[in-house]
Each structure stands twice: as C-alpha cells, then as structure tokens.
C-alpha cells in the first residue's frame, strides 16, 4: 500500500517504544487503515456508532474519576474503577494536545467479562474510530465491547 508521509508518520508513532512502551498494534499485522475497517464493520452490524462507544466509555471513566476509594457500582451490573497515573500521551494520528494516562476497570458483573481502557482509547475511538491492533496491551474487541457496555 502506498502511503502518504503522513501516515507514514502515524504508522511510525504507533510502533513500540515511540508513544508507548508495547505500541498501539500488538501482534497484528494489518495496516491500520484495515484494523480501523474491520472495526468499523463490526459497529455497522451491531448499528452502534464509534461516538455513543466513546460517550460510553467517557461515561464509567468520568462517574469514577473522584472515587478514591476502590471500585463503585454503576447502574448495579458494572463495577468500575479508575486510576489515575503520573503523565500524558499524545495522540499517535498527530492531533495537538496530551491525554491524561487514566486506566479504567470495568466487570460486567452480569457476563463476569472485565474490559479496561485509557483516556487515550476514548480519543482514539471517537476521533478515529481506532481500538488498537490484535494483541495490543490496551486493544479494545468492538465486540466483547459493544456487549459488555451497553
Ligand atoms: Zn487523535
């Protein structure tokens, strides 16, 4: 695939070592033109928008942001926690500005399945429709997703 030296760029940012220690691909071989595709199909067949994932996500994130006590109950099935940590990232796609490195915890305590989210995955699925490829530390399955959240 030809690309222009932008996204060049974007694929670099997104390696190991440059933004993040493990990168934003894992073991996925795709480029992330095809990983944000694949994604997107799967929202299409659930009819699910990137944006109410993102509003979702941004929803456990910011009910839990002043919670300094362990995880709370959401809506009585989801036990959410969020931490914190020292630091910011920039977005790998080059857009300005820096995510602050939140890690939320979600159970849905209806299906036992736990997810686990930064800030910057909340940006990355709004803005660009991107969960990260296969293998990733922080990798988000649409999938697993979209039936554990909503
Ligand atoms: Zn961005």
Redesign the pocket.
């Known amino acids: 695939m030809k690309q222009t030296p932008l996204e060049e760029k974007i694929a670099a940012r997104m390696q190991p070592g440059v933004i993040t220690l493990s990168g934003f691909l894992g073991l996925d071989e795709r480029h992330y033109h095809e990983i944000i595709e694949a994604d997107e199909s799967v929202m299409v067949a659930y009819g699910v928008s990137a944006e109410e994932i993102a509003d979702r996500l941004e929803y456990f994130t910011t009910s839990t942001y002043e919670s300094f006590q362990g995880p709370v109950i959401i809506d009585d099935i989801y036990e959410v926690e969020t931490e914190i940590t020292r630091g910011k990232l920039p977005?790998p796609?080059s857009?300005p500005g820096l995510y602050r490195k939140t890690i939320t915890t979600l159970t849905n305590l209806n299906t036992g399945v736990t997810l686990r989210w930064t800030g910057l995955n909340i940006?990355?699925i709004r803005?660009?429709h991107f969960f990260e490829g296969k293998g990733s530390v922080f990798r988000l399955d649409p999938d697993l997703l979209i039936k554990n959240i909503f």
């Open positions: 977005c796609f857009h940006h990355l803005a660009h």
